[in-house]
């Protein structure tokens, strides 16, 4: 484990795990990396935010964070909805930290920006979150739904402020049926790298996929609020883990040698997030992938490389590891460094163990996989497929002891025998239940130590 600390960022470490053996003839090395930072939620010592006189425009922001209100006809039905709504949006704004730049959007058919409604960002203190608030709570619902109209205006917004830091929060509770197919796609294409997005659908019209393709390409979280009386809670804590983070545009650095090659590059924990064709490159025979907007926190990361044959009784290095870190300067800089290892042996038990990391992590990919293809099957009215996936879910889910997951499942399925896999798929399941099975479907588990 290699370490470096340096001034107004978080110190990060990156650690290793890997059966470095493989066999004679073997080619795929696999590792998990867990980055960890330590002292995130600050810059230079001061809170997040807090960097010098504040006002509306009277600042120089660390943090931008702009909110998205779903504004359609369908937030009236019933009228508590839309309400609530209000009352979660309030909460997010009682949250941001002084000093901090922040935007409210109305979202419908269109977009329209409530506060400050002047085509640019306030800057967060006690008059301009009064102000804020007392628009809010003049919201109706009316119109269409347009996700795609809201993240464009978002990034328009983002773009007036000079901050390294952008994140936004998404609500709907609709299906994004007022744009041209494909301009949701080509907004989140156009977004990506620019701000992240945490993504909440309330109550059960809304469609997971959109949603997650939402926090996927934005590098946020997605997740279910079945309950709208539950919203003020769940944005809150969205606003809490924005103004934790205090270094932006972090990527994850992979050099491979001569005659290797990346197979794939996976974020597995807290949540499975494929990033292997979100590379970009960063030099001869190294490609970096991005990690998004960090604070004090860790995440575990699922490696494999492919290494030329070679003869037993050869070792090389297969891989190395940088964490990149953006400077004041424009430049980048590697805060963080680890190595990934390849050694052939003919030991059979050593060339075949396999790494207690490696295997959980493989599980848990495999676990968030199947619940997406059985509850796919479900919809689709193959219940033989349906069973065996779901079965293999609970499975999956009970070796590791991702209790969350089971205890999802066990909403969909009568588990029959959890250790084998059998189960029946229930004759009826809550739109609730399952929608929310299939958002947290990702979800992982740390390897219990």
Known sequence: MAVFAKSNVPQFAVDIYQNEYLPEGGREVNAIVTVTATGGGTLGGLPLGAQGP?????TAPEAAVVIMVDCSGSMDDPPTKMQNARDATAAAIDTIRDGVAFAVIAGTHAAYEVYPADGRLAVADFATRHQAK???????????TAIGSWLWLADELFGTADVPIRHGILLTDGRNEHEAP???RAVLDACAGRFTCDARGVGTD???????????ALLGSVDIVADPSGLADDFRQMMENAMGKSVADVALRVWTPQGSEVKWVKQVAP????????????????????????GDESRDYHICVKVPRTEVGEEMLAGRISLIVPQPDGTTQAVAQGLVRACWTDDMVASTRIDPQVAHYTGQAELAQV???GLEARKQGDVDSATAKLGRAVQLAGASGNEATSKLLAKVVDVVDAASGTVRLKARVADADEMTLETRSTKTVRVKK
């Open 54 to 58: 504040t006002g509306m425009y009277g």
């Open 134 to 144: 007392r628009a809010v709570h003049k919201l109706g619902a009316d119109g269409g």
């Open 182 to 184: 494909g301009a949701l």
């Open 206 to 216: 809304w469609e997971v996929k959109e949603l997650t393709d939402v926090a996927s």
């Open 271 to 294: 949540t499975v997030e494929d990033l292997t064709l979100r590379r970009t490159e960063a030099g001869p025979r190294a490609g970096d992938y991005p990690t998004g907007s960090w």
């Open 371 to 373: 619940i997406q293809e």
